[in-house]
């Protein structure tokens, strides 16, 4: 059984930090990342990489976070740091599956940047 455990959300103010964690199990995986969505728009991708690839970030988020993983721990992180309001929104953790080819979400942690 898959599952993908999610931490690290919060609220904080315009140009601060935050640091989101991934931790999987049930499988092996290939592609790891996160993906957000904010209100009334769609799901995005944030930034993510196959497993030994480079990392693949959206242009809103380059130069400001960074995604790591941890393949013996089946852990991505996500250090955001010099946070916009813009940045609100509810992040999800992604994995694909090396065997299957199947995908998995996180449940969501919530990213509030006040301005």
């Known amino acids: 059984q898959v599952q993908l455990v999610e931490s690290g959300g919060g609220l904080v103010q315009a140009g601060g930090s935050l640091r989101l964690s991934c931790a999987a199990s049930?499988?092996?995986?290939?592609?790891m990342g996160w993906y957000r969505q904010a209100p009334g728009k769609q799901r995005e991708l944030v930034a993510a990489?196959?497993?030994?690839?480079?990392?693949n970030y959206a242009e809103s988020v380059k130069g400001r976070f960074t995604m790591s993983r941890d393949n013996a721990k089946n852990t991505v992180y996500l250090q955001m740091n010099s946070l916009k309001p813009e940045d609100t929104a509810v992040y999800y953790c992604?994995?694909?599956?090396?065997?299957?080819?199947?995908?998995?979400w996180g449940q969501g942690t919530q990213v509030t940047v006040s301005s």
């Open positions: 992604y994995t694909k599956a090396m065997w299957t080819g199947n995908d998995y």
């Open positions: 049930g499988s092996i995986f290939n592609v």
């Open positions: 990489n196959a497993r030994g690839g480079a990392t």
